[in-house]
């Protein structure tokens, strides 16, 4: 979790997301999660993985760093 410029939440995830996310996928992140957020963090997480679901959020800008990956998901 970081804030943006606007002071918002915003959720990073390392590396790419599946290409769908299931009910077994979004259950397997969210466990992952809970491990390092705290319950507003892991709520606004929940949130963004169902919007993701729900509105098909497409891949925006991609940033590679000495092999690590960052793709920034656009409603």
Known sequence: ???NPDGKSVVLLSGELPEVLTD?????????A?????AGELSLFEEC??????NG??????IEVDGAVLTVYEG
Do not use: H, K
């Not at 077994?24 to 992952?32: F, I, N, P, R, T």
């Open 1 to 3: 979790m970081v804030r």
């Open 24 to 32: 077994a996928s979004v259950a397997e992140l969210l466990d992952l």
């Open 34 to 38: 809970a491990a390092i957020l705290d």
């Open 49 to 54: 993985l169902r919007a993701l679901r729900r």
């Open 57 to 62: 959020m497409r891949a925006g800008r991609r």
